[in-house]
C-alpha cells in the first residue's frame, strides 16, 4: 500500500484506526479514490452525541454489518467518517472531534480548515502548523 495522499496539515496521512478496521479501502486510513463518491476522509473520534446525529440522518454507525465488514462503532472509536457528514454534523452542533493528521487533504474539497481545527483532538510536532 502507498500511503503518498497527505493529511490537511500537509504532511503524509497518518493511520486513523485498526481497530476497529477503518477506511474506505479498509486498510485503516482515510485514503480516497474515485469510487468513494461519499468521501470518507475525515478521521474522527466517535461521541454518544455524533453517532446520535449520524443515526437520525439515516447513518447508523453503531450498528454492526459484517457483510460489509463493518463493526459498529462506540464512543471512542476513530472512523473515517464522509465530509459531508462531519459537516452537516458541525453545523447541527454535535460534530466529532478530528484527528487531522489522520484526515485526508480531499476533505478541504468539503469542509474548511479552520472548521476541522477548531474540533482538533492531535497536536502536530509543530503547532505553527495550525496557522497555516
Known sequence: MTMDERNVLGGDLEGCSVDPLTGWFRDGSCRTG????????????????????QRSIGNDLTAPRPQFHFPGLS??????????????????????????????????????????????????????ALDR
Open 34 to 53: 474515485p469510487d468513494d463518491l461519499g468521501s470518507h476522509t475525515i478521521c474522527a473520534v466517535m461521541t454518544d452525541e455524533f453517532l446520535a446525529h
Open 75 to 128: 464512543p471512542g472509536d476513530r472512523w473515517c467518517v464522509t465530509a459531508p457528514n462531519w459537516l452537516r454534523a458541525h453545523r447541527d452542533g454535535v460534530a466529532a472531534p478530528v484527528v487531522l493528521a489522520a484526515t485526508n487533504e480531499a476533505a478541504l474539497e468539503v469542509v474548511p480548515l479552520e472548521v476541522l481545527q477548531a474540533y482538533a483532538v492531535d497536536v502536530p510536532d509543530d503547532p505553527g
